[in-house]
């Protein structure tokens, strides 16, 4: 690799998706990969093909599908995993094999059971079987910054004997800091003979908020020239290390890191709001870079500067990242070729005309509840659609809710399975309890309520209410996404599309492994 180069490599779709409820069907890690693309990341890590048959076809559809990133596939260090990766990833115009087995001693003892000289062996053999079918095969000693020095180095030097092509330092639990970390790769990279034959990368957890400080670190004081990292921090606990933070990092302060990535930072915010709506895990607003508040000003003095000169407060524009100057887009007036220019101009990319017909039509009926449409009620109705296209078993044909002071919350729905309508009529402690109690008593699920969570699309008493529900059910755990001007149906569309995908066979369980 060239001197002054970052690899971004993205695992939102693997590591990101361990997170409970963020796992994504199919369709929805296909439009991740394409905003992904669009982004221009370099790897992009799209799945366990081993851990389900789901994610062995999302993987499959997704390296079938991208052509300018390279499509890599999380495999344990053993033949089954490795066949399943590579039989997932080999239609890709450019694809990698990422393997790891654990290296602590805590873990080889406690999870693996095998001594280190197992764990020796089953990294060469599992490098070398992934390397005789794929000439990009990276390996990852997992729970590497609480390993061994000493034998870390023996199985780096092994694997890349054996023929692997990136070595990734994982800091599984989020255990490092920063001076120490980097240190550590750098001193890994000294005494490992034929280190220079490899590209070194880290993968960091956020668990005490050092995640992008000991990437960074990793990269100034270690050499390391890949960081692996996920679109908005998402991952299991309290995270991984946020994309959009280590490329605009590198992108503000080129005077410190002198390193440059690929990454098209225009297309962040977008892939931002795709990730949020699609895991329904909501980006808090003081998030660096993506947080609705990243841009914001409230002090007269910092408001006062930045109308005199921008520079005094603000180290990057809101454009460089995404945030869109034109918020006022469209109107009911807007015809079908204007709507899809601006879907064209925001990012969104739909499968077909037919979707772009469906899309328009709620475009259209969106028009008339409220007079202004922005860039972000395209994304919802966008999100909304892609959730309804998936098998509908239930669908929500008509509502009414009554509640006021003094009187017992009520809601009569009307739901159709499989074409057949049934009324259902029920009291709550509220207009969205009663609503879900009703819809409930309709669809006998059985499931629990994990989360409920509404957010306003764009500011104004005529805003889309945006609203998740999680629910869980045998192991299971899917998201729904609604949006209307009336939260209490918003409510109800997001309630039916998670029991949907409860119902829907292509749903996957979510996933427990990674590093």
Same mark, same amino acid.
């Given at each position: 690799?060239?001197?002054?180069?970052?690899?971004?490599?993205? $695992?939102?779709?693997?590591?990101?998706?361990?997170?409970p409820g963020a796992s994504m069907t199919k369709d929805e890690k296909l439009r991740i990969a394409r905003a992904l693309e669009r982004m221009r990341v370099d790897v992009i890590e799209a799945g366990f093909p081993a851990s389900s048959n789901g994610d062995f076809e999302a993987v499959r559809a997704i390296a079938n599908v991208v052509k300018d990133s390279t499509?890599?596939?999380?495999?344990?260090?053993?033949?089954?995993?490795?066949?399943?990766?590579?039989?997932?990833?080999?239609?890709? &115009?450019?694809?990698?094999?990422?393997?790891?087995?654990?290296?602590?001693?805590?873990?080889?003892?406690?999870?693996?059971?095998?001594?280190?000289?197992?764990?020796?062996? %089953?990294?060469?053999?599992?490098?070398?079987?992934? &390397?005789? +079918?794929?000439?990009?095969?990276?390996?990852?000693?997992?729970?590497?910054?609480?390993?061994?020095?000493?034998?870390? #180095?023996?199985?780096?030097? +092994?694997?890349?004997?054996?023929?692997?092509?990136?070595?990734?330092?994982?800091? $599984?639990?989020?255990?490092?800091?920063?001076?120490?970390?980097?240190?550590?790769?750098?001193?890994?990279?000294?005494?490992?003979?034929?280190?220079?034959?490899?590209?070194?990368?880290?993968? #960091?957890?956020?668990?005490?908020?050092?995640?992008?400080?000991?990437?960074?670190?990793?990269?100034?004081?270690?050499?390391?020239?890949?960081?692996?990292?996920?679109?908005n921090g998402l991952g299991e606990r309290a995270g991984n290390t946020s994309l959009e933070e280590v490329v605009m990092a590198l992108r503000t302060r080129k005077d410190f890191f002198d390193l440059e990535t690929r990454i098209d930072t225009t297309q962040i915010v977008p892939t931002s709001r795709l990730v949020s709506q699609i895991t329904g895990f909501v980006?808090?607003?003081?998030?660096?870079?993506?947080?609705?508040?990243?841009?914001?000003?409230?002090?007269?003095?910092?408001?006062?500067?930045?109308?005199?000169?921008?520079?005094?407060?603000?180290?990057?524009?809101?454009?460089?990242?995404?945030?869109?100057?034109?918020?006022?887009?469209?109107?009911?007036?807007?015809?079908?070729?204007?709507?899809? %220019? @601006?879907?064209?101009?925001?990012?969104?990319?739909?499968?077909?005309?037919?979707?772009?017909?469906?899309?328009? %039509?709620?475009?259209?009926?969106?028009?008339?509840?409220?007079?202004?449409?922005?860039?972000?009620?395209?994304?919802?109705?966008?999100?909304?659609?892609?959730?309804?296209?998936?098998?509908?078993?239930?669908?929500?044909?008509?509502?009414?809710?009554?509640?006021?002071?003094?009187?017992?919350?009520?809601?009569?729905?009307?739901?159709?399975?499989?074409?057949?309508?049934?009324?259902?009529?029920?009291?709550?402690?509220?207009?969205?309890?009663?609503?879900?109690?009703?819809?409930?008593?309709?669809?006998?699920?059985?499931?629990?309520?994990?989360?409920?969570?509404?957010?306003?699309?764009?500011?104004?008493?005529?805003?889309?209410?945006?609203?998740?529900? @999680?629910?869980?059910?045998?192991?299971?755990?899917?998201?729904?996404?609604?949006?209307?001007?009336?939260?209490?149906?918003?409510?109800?569309?997001?309630?039916?599309?998670?029991?949907?995908?409860?119902?829907?066979?292509?749903?996957?369980?979510?996933? %427990?492994?990674?590093?």
């Amino acid at each position: 690799m060239s001197k002054g180069k970052l690899i971004i490599f993205d $695992t939102t779709m693997r590591d990101g998706e361990q997170s409970p409820g963020a796992s994504m069907t199919k369709d929805e890690k296909l439009r991740i990969a394409r905003a992904l693309e669009r982004m221009r990341v370099d790897v992009i890590e799209a799945g366990f093909p081993a851990s389900s048959n789901g994610d062995f076809e999302a993987v499959r559809a997704i390296a079938n599908v991208v052509k300018d990133s390279t499509v890599a596939g999380l495999c344990r260090a053993n033949d089954r995993d490795i066949q399943r990766g590579i039989d997932a990833l080999k239609g890709a &115009k450019s694809w990698r094999v990422h393997t790891f087995i654990a290296t602590s001693e805590l873990h080889m003892a406690k999870k693996l059971r095998m001594t280190p000289e197992q764990v020796l062996a %089953q990294t060469k053999l599992s490098v070398r079987y992934a &390397k005789n +079918a794929c000439p990009d095969v990276e390996f990852s000693p997992e729970d590497g910054s609480r390993s061994d020095p000493d034998f870390l #180095c023996r199985v780096l030097e +092994a694997a890349i004997q054996e023929g692997a092509t990136t070595i990734n330092i994982p800091d $599984t639990v989020g255990y490092a800091v920063p001076e120490q970390f980097g240190e550590m790769i750098r001193s890994l990279r000294e005494r490992v003979p034929n280190s220079d034959k490899a590209v070194w990368s880290v993968h #960091c957890h956020n668990d005490l908020g050092m995640a992008v400080a000991n990437s960074l670190a990793a990269v100034v004081i270690g050499g390391a020239r890949q960081i692996e990292c996920t679109i908005n921090g998402l991952g299991e606990r309290a995270g991984n290390t946020s994309l959009e933070e280590v490329v605009m990092a590198l992108r503000t302060r080129k005077d410190f890191f002198d390193l440059e990535t690929r990454i098209d930072t225009t297309q962040i915010v977008p892939t931002s709001r795709l990730v949020s709506q699609i895991t329904g895990f909501v980006v808090q607003p003081n998030k660096a870079v993506v947080g609705a508040n990243a841009f914001a000003h409230a002090s007269g003095i910092h408001q006062d500067g930045v109308l005199k000169a921008r520079e005094t407060y603000e180290i990057m524009t809101a454009e460089d990242v995404g945030w869109s100057t034109n918020r006022i887009v469209l109107g009911k007036l807007s015809g079908r070729s204007a709507f899809k %220019q @601006r879907m064209k101009e925001i990012g969104i990319e739909l499968e077909s005309e037919d979707a772009y017909n469906k899309a328009f %039509q709620r475009f259209k009926d969106l028009a008339d509840k409220k007079a202004e449409i922005f860039d972000e009620d395209l994304q919802a109705l966008v999100a909304q659609e892609a959730g309804a296209s998936a098998d509908e078993h239930w669908r929500l044909v008509t509502m009414n809710q009554a509640s006021g002071m003094g009187e017992k919350p009520h809601a009569t729905i009307v739901m159709a399975e499989a074409g057949k309508e049934k009324k259902a009529e029920a009291q709550g402690d509220g207009p969205v309890d009663a609503t879900f109690k009703a819809i409930e008593s309709v669809a006998k699920s059985g499931a629990e309520l994990l989360l409920f969570s509404v957010n306003a699309v764009t500011q104004g008493t005529e805003s889309q209410g945006e609203v998740t529900v @999680r629910l869980s059910k045998g192991g299971r755990i899917v998201n729904g996404v609604g949006a209307d001007t009336d939260i209490v149906v918003a409510s109800a569309k997001a309630y039916i599309s998670a029991l949907n995908k409860l119902a829907s066979k292509i749903e996957r369980l979510n996933p %427990q492994h990674g590093l």
